[in-house]
Nanobody, 128 residues
C-alpha cells in the first residue's frame, strides 16, 4: 500500500511562511517526479509546482512563482513545499502527488487525474 502524508499546515498571518512536508511510504519516490496542488473551498484542484526526480530542477505555476519552493530528500522519501509571503488567497488544502516513469509531459501537469497517488492534504489558512 502506498501512503502520502502531508503535514505542516496551520494558521498563519499574511506575509508569513509555512513549510509543508509530504512523507511517502509503500514505495520509493527516488525515480518519481513529484508535484504539489491545492484546493480552495468550492474550487477545483490547482497545480502549484513540479520537481524532477533528481531534485535538479523545478517548475512553478505563475500564481506562486517566486514565493514557493519545492525541494526533496530522497533518502527520507520526503518532499517539501516552502511557502513565503503568504496571502489570504493561498488559503486551501494542500496536496502532494507523484508522477512515475514514463513521466507526464508539461501540458499534463495541470490535470490532477493524470497524476498517480495522492495524500489526504493539509489545511493552510492565511488570515489576520
Amino acid at each position: 500500500q502506498v501512503q502520502l502524508v502531508e503535514s505542516g499546515g496551520g494558521l498563519v498571518q499574511p506575509g508569513g511562511s509555512l513549510r509543508l512536508s509530504c512523507v511517502v511510504s509503500g514505495r520509493t519516490i527516488s525515480r518519481d517526479n513529484m508535484g504539489w496542488f491545492r484546493q480552495a473551498p468550492g474550487k477545483g484542484r490547482e497545480f502549484l509546482g513540479h520537481i524532477r526526480w533528481s531534485g535538479g530542477s523545478a517548475y512553478y505555476a505563475e500564481s506562486v512563482r517566486g514565493r514557493f519552493t519545492i525541494s526533496r530528500d530522497n533518502a527520507k522519501n520526503t518532499v517539501y513545499l516552502q511557502m513565503n509571503s503568504l496571502q489570504p488567497e493561498d488559503t486551501a488544502v494542500y496536496y502532494c502527488t507523484n508522477d512515475p516513469p514514463p513521466y507526464l509531459i508539461r501540458s499534463s501537469w495541470y490535470s490532477p487525474d493524470l497524476w498517480d497517488y495522492w495524500g489526504q492534504g493539509t489545511q493552510v489558512t492565511v488570515s489576520s
